[in-house]
């Protein structure tokens, strides 16, 4: 005797049902929000039930209102799970890629995003050393952050700019790179797919990222590469080739196309071309 599916509640059906309104369809008016009778009307039910919903699920942070047009817009605890849905996806998809890289070089590999003016770190691989630092679930200012010049690949001069005059200590050069250097750091990171970058947080490492993007090719994580500062430019150059070469392999994974343009305003050069030299077994960097 087959068993018969549990049947669902009707409660929580009609609350899906206005989550699914409120979650609109891309138009300029779904960031208003929406009102209650347009609600009602739209879901053919009563407005006074319909409101009561919209309470019950206010006071879960389900849904918000806007205290001055009275319109409902989707709520704070749906984009938290949102969210950590989105990197729990990153990390599952991300982990042979990073433990590649930690194979590759012997060296501590990251899996960062970008929050803010943040670079949290979602996964980290450790090297064979006996010491190691805990990263993960670490926020680090950007500035301050190895990843943090290939999250940013996609911010116009402008823009960097603004978020460096806002996070750098004034008439600091020394501790934390130059605006001049950030800029330069991201422009190599848009033509040539990766970064090279001093390690504020670290004088003895040196950080060598590339940007992953989904499928909408907008920039979504970084990986990165710490390596002991002992590396040669040359030798930065051919890991710096290589986690480019990892990080759009997980872009692909992740589904971006490599036809997919990128923003007009944000266009970076052609990257040059080459095949990435293969990862050596001993890959302790050459001085």
């Not at 549990?6 to 609350?15: I, K, N, Q, V, Y």
């Amino acid at each position: 005797m087959t068993e018969k599916p549990p049947l669902s509640s009707a409660g929580l059906r009609r609350d899906l049902e206005i989550l699914e309104v409120l979650a609109g369809h891309g138009d300029d008016r779904d960031a208003d929000g929406f009102g209650v009778s347009w609600i009602a009307e739209r879901l053919g039910r009563e407005k006074s039930q319909v409101s009561r919903a919209l309470r019950s699920l206010e006071l879960e942070g389900m849904v918000e209102r806007d205290p001055l047009t009275r319109r409902y817009r989707l709520g704070w605890r749906l984009f938290a799970l949102a969210a950590r849905t989105q990197h729990a996806r990153l990390v599952r998809l991300a982990a042979p890629y990073v433990r590649r890289l930690a194979a590759a070089f012997d060296e501590d590999a990251y899996l960062c995003v970008l929050r803010g003016s943040m670079v949290l770190t979602l996964l980290s691989v450790p090297s064979s050393r006996a010491y190691h630092r805990v990263w993960e679930g670490v926020s680090v200012p950007v500035i301050m952050a190895g990843a943090g010049r290939s999250l940013l690949a996609d911010w116009d001069d402008d823009r960097v700019r603004e978020l460096l005059k806002a996070t750098l200590p004034s008439g600091l050069d020394s501790a934390v790179s130059s605006e001049e250097q950030w800029l330069a750091d991201i422009a190599h990171a848009r033509s040539a797919g990766y970064a090279i970058s001093d390690t504020e947080l670290d004088d003895s490492e040196i950080a060598v990222s590339a940007p992953v993007r989904d499928h909408r090719g907008l920039i979504t994580a970084a990986l990165s590469v710490s390596v002991t500062r002992a590396a040669g430019r040359s030798r930065l150059h051919e890991i710096g080739e290589i986690v480019a070469q990892t990080a759009a392999e997980f872009s692909i994974a992740l589904g971006h196309s490599t036809s997919s343009p990128r923003p007009a305003a944000e266009q970076p050069r052609p990257r040059r071309p080459g095949r990435p030299a293969a990862a050596r077994p001993d890959s302790r960097v050459e001085p």
